[in-house]
């Protein structure tokens, strides 16, 4: 029997969102073989190219039939790897006075959120939805770190916002008049 040639190009790209064919050239001589396609290791085949969405990577037999000709079968990997996470604060710091907290919202984020403080002892931080609070706990500086994490399709994207605790005791006239009654004089 004769050989038949088959040359297949896997689909190799970064997730968009978009259905892309599995294999961008499927070539075939002679040209009026039947091609068929299969993504779940030879069980079922298909004769329309498989598509594909999701960041992942997929496995897909083509073969080759013809009458008089020996069956060809090539098995290729289409590709699409996960696109840049995204994350957008809307300010990158911020300054509260002690006991009063803060909050903001977290936009374009590809992942679940996830937050955490440098410093607890200045700040302590929560997230619902998309509302980052901050809470004041003493004076200083800390930075909080908003996560949005890995999935399917999209990387990790970490972002910062640095938060200043002052405390009220120190402002103006009212910090020097709180600590000369201290002394109780």
Do not use: C, W
């Amino acid at each position: 029997s004769q050989t038949l040639t088959l040359d297949v190009v896997p689909y190799v790209g970064t997730y968009d969102g978009q259905s892309h064919d599995m294999l961008t050239s499927v070539k075939v001589s002679p040209s009026d073989a039947k091609i068929e396609y299969s993504i779940d290791n030879g069980k079922t085949y298909i004769e329309d190219i498989p598509q594909i969405i999701n960041a992942s990577s997929v496995s897909v037999i083509v073969k080759a039939s013809r009458a008089g000709y020996k069956t060809e079968t090539v098995t290729k990997t289409a590709v699409v790897n996960k696109a840049e996470g995204k994350l957008t604060l809307p300010e990158t710091s911020g300054t509260i006075t002690y006991p009063n907290n803060t909050a903001f919202t977290v936009s374009e984020n590809t992942g679940a959120l996830s937050v955490s403080s440098s410093n607890t002892n200045i700040a302590t931080v929560s997230v619902s939805e998309n509302t980052v609070t901050i809470k004041s706990v003493g004076a200083g500086t800390a930075t909080i770190t908003v996560k949005s994490a890995s999935n399917t399709n999209y990387n990790e994207k970490t972002a910062t916002y640095t938060v200043t605790v002052k405390d009220s005791t120190f402002t103006g006239n009212f910090g020097v008049g709180y600590y000369a009654d201290v002394d109780g004089n």
